[in-house]
């Protein structure tokens, strides 16, 4: 999950859980030692109100090194713990652990958990002797004057994970203390920005707790925050309107309100050419080191960068006001979310750059064999994650509004954003399209034509095409 400067690549974690406060979110609470000279953690956290669960495992990064790990509740005592080989569903970053039952085959889940744990990690001082041959997103990057991390990928802090529902609990209520002797900043998503070597950080809301503390300054202008950058003052107001116009036409489409501000972080990587944006509402986070943010609003490269920051805003819906999970999980979220932005680039940015994402697309897809939607068992099926939920999957439903229309597409959007479910799977998608049409014939063609087929691409290509 790396990316490349010149490929700017969405990372976006799958699956999310809603920003809406839900029973039994985990609350996290306790202290956090950083330093960004010496490339240390030193953590004391209790993880509470957990969910009664049967089958589970708790990431936590894998260069953290356990003092103990200890039940608080019903009873305080110190755990045995183990490892698991069988987490598929990590990237990698972490290592899955889990309590044995008083049988050894079974597992027990206290209501509240306390995890004592360091961790040290490699300071890439400059880009000549010290530096690292890679970096991304699940990577736990000290540069040479910031700490980065998102929340799920790296597992800094403890994730619970739900196996049989396939839940990860990376959303969290949190009240913890944050301290940086050599910070001048520190961040804490879902908070603002603070200018203090110790400060203390509470959501109410369940959060992701994606970090980036260090020497920087920050603004805020209209209800969006940016972090790190070199913009202007005018440079910044742009850049904030310009946001908040993306923002507004989302919320005009779906009839959601955009309930959020967001913030903005621009930092380097801790490797000589790596680049990507990432998001982790309410951050969204570009890592790169030539001009960043500010390529967004600068006319030589806005043509190219701003579709990419409309995919990300659109995140906020199809990723974070809604779960998405199941082999289809990450499909739908990018899928949509790669949709809508080109529906934003049509009509706000200019159709000359939306036909020219289109023809990309195609273009993209020349050789890719994508199978059906109705065939995917297993998001490994989509063989190119990449072509299938960039490119295959808004190409389908870009055929799909041109047969329905605008206000019946977007009115399936809303209906999938509002609808509960259990799992976002093929049944889901294939009957929010349903209620929406109300039409059985309608949707049956649809149906036959766009999710089941083996010429599901062909299909969409010729109706794109079609004048």
Known sequence: MRGHLIKVIFFVLLPLTSIIAQENTPFLTGKVEISIKEGTFDCDLTLSNIPKIKDYFIRLNSGMNILHIRSKKPNDFLIYFSKSLADTTSTGESIAYYFKDNTGKGKFLPKSIQF????????????????????????????????????????????????????????????????????????????????????????????????????????????????????????????????????????????????????????????????????????????????????????????????????????????????????????????????????????????????????EKFNNLKDFKAKPFKQIKSDSEYKNRQLYVYDFAPIIFTAIEKEIGKEKMWNWLTNILNTPTKFTNYDFLASTLQNTLKDDKEFNLLKAKYFDSEKALENAINEIETE
Not at 210 to 218: E, R, S
């Open 116 to 359: 004592r744990y360091v961790g040290k990690f490699p300071v890439a001082n400059d880009t000549i002797a010290n530096y690292s041959r890679k970096d991304w997103k699940g990577n736990i990057a000290f540069n040479q004057n910031s700490v980065r991390s998102d929340g799920r990928q790296s597992s800094w802090y403890p994730i619970l994970y739900d196996i049989r529902s396939d839940k990860i609990f990376h959303l969290v209520k949190y009240d913890i203390d944050i301290s940086c002797k050599d910070c001048k900043t520190l961040y804490v998503n879902g908070n603002e920005p603070i200018k203090a070597e110790t400060a203390n950080f509470k959501s109410d809301v369940p959060r992701e707790l994606t970090l980036f503390c260090g020497n920087y300054d920050f603004t805020d202008i209209n209800d969006t925050y940016i972090l790190n950058s070199d913009f202007s003052e005018s440079e910044a107001k742009n850049f904030s309107e310009m946001i908040n116009s993306y923002k507004k036409f989302y919320a005009d489409k779906l009839n959601i309100p955009f309930k959020q501000s967001i913030s903005f972080v621009q930092t380097t990587p801790t490797s000589k050419k790596d680049g990507w944006m990432f998001v982790s509402y309410p951050t969204i986070m570009s890592i790169g080191w030539q001009n960043g943010l500010k390529n967004i609003i600068n006319p030589k490269y806005q043509d190219f960068y701003r579709p990419f920051i409309a995919h990300e805003l659109g995140h906020y819906y199809f990723g974070t006001v809604k779960d998405f999970n199941s082999e289809l999980g990450d499909m739908l979220s990018e899928g949509f979310s790669e949709f809508m932005s080109l529906q934003l680039t049509k009509e706000i940015i200019g159709e000359e750059i939306y036909d020219k994402k289109i023809t």
